[in-house]
């Protein structure tokens, strides 16, 4: 008797789990092998005993979670496997996994999994605009369609990044003798803003948080350009009147901020299209810049892939599904757990 269809493709609380191969997509706790889409905490961790990810997404896991560290016996316990984009890799099983841009940060892929004649794709986290630091997104038939639902409301738009970068630039201009500091993600968004700046001519040296030095470092050995940075450490705050500093959304308002030139506090992040968040977060110029897929990117994408299910995680799955519903798209809600992070919009 032939299996059911798709019944080789079980979401469980902690992942998506592969069944004939034994692995788990983007797990959020530890196992034998695992198929990670990116790097960001919610879908990337140290402990698994087999990685399977860009090479990319492979180098911000050690930096970020120590992946290659020895353990007490002096040896390293996990193995890393590195897929190119478009590349195709057979897993236990005779599943066959193929990693394809996801235009969500750096190493971002969405992943192909194919068995039995059946095609089933994890989109993990990304976006539909483009983004100098990272490969677009690339639209994919397949049957079953595995989407994130970060932004999943309708009243999420997010608007041309031009004018974001627009607001930032035209600010700087009229108060010289201030700073504007912009809150963004570690992984991912401030090297994104960092690059739109150096593409609208902006090359003055742009002034970082500690905590984001070496993330920068690695965009830039992975080639992407970020012009000339500047610790924001130790410098001297007349020294930093005119220029921009970028930040983790946590130092907006804490002690190290304090010593910054008269800061104008601004945060790059698709939540700032909720007015209620900024003034929470004492933002004055509220940047909405977003890495994920907005409403009109997310039912686009669905229309375009025109999967036969689509299944909808990490976020506001219930309006998604309702959209599905409404349009004859047959669909479900996934309960993953641990697939939220405020900042990182």
Request: with cysteine; charged share 25%.
């Amino acid at each position: 008797m032939s299996a059911a269809p798709f019944s080789w493709i079980k979401p469980e609380p902690w992942g998506i789990h592969v069944v004939p191969a034994d692995c788990w997509v983007d797990p959020s706790r530890a196992v034998d092998k695992a198929l990670v889409t990116h790097g960001h905490a919610d879908h990337a961790r140290g402990g698994h005993g087999q990685t399977v990810a860009t090479p990319e997404t492979l180098a911000i896991m050690e930096l970020r979670y120590r992946t290659g560290a020895e353990d007490d016996a002096g040896e390293i316990p996990h193995q890393a496997v590195p897929v190119e984009y478009g590349e195709t890799i057979r897993l236990p099983g005779r599943v066959d996994a193929t990693y394809i841009p996801a235009g969500h940060v750096l190493g971002s892929a969405q992943i192909l999994l194919e068995h039995a004649g059946e095609r089933v794709i994890v989109t993990g986290d990304y976006k539909r605009r483009a983004d100098p630091t990272c490969p677009a997104f690339e639209v994919t038939p397949c049957d079953i369609f595995i989407t994130e639902a970060t932004f999943g409301l309708p009243v999420f738009c997010h608007p041309p990044i031009a004018e974001e970068m627009a607001k930032l630039l035209d600010r700087l201009a009229a108060h010289p003798d201030r700073c504007v500091l912009v809150g963004a993600y570690a992984l991912g968004k401030a090297q994104r803003v960092i690059s739109e700046l150096r593409w609208r001519g902006h090359h003055d040296a742009i002034y970082i948080h500690g905590a984001l030095e070496r993330m920068c470092a690695l965009y830039q050995e992975f080639g992407v350009d970020l012009g000339a940075l500047r610790p924001a450490t130790g410098i001297p705050a007349k020294e930093m009147r005119g220029h921009i500093i970028l930040s983790p959304p946590s130092a907006l308002n804490d002690r190290w901020s304090r010593r910054l030139p008269d800061p104008i506090t601004a945060m790059a992040s698709g939540w700032m299209r909720v007015r209620q968040r900024a003034r929470q977060k004492n933002v004055e110029l509220p940047l909405v810049i977003s890495d994920h897929a907005d409403w009109d990117e997310l039912t686009h994408t669905i229309r375009e892939v025109a999967p036969s299910e689509t299944w909808i995680t990490h976020g506001r799955e219930e309006a998604l599904l309702h959209w599905c519903m409404t349009h004859q798209i047959r669909a479900r809600a996934l309960a993953l757990v641990g697939r939220e992070d405020e900042d990182e919009g």
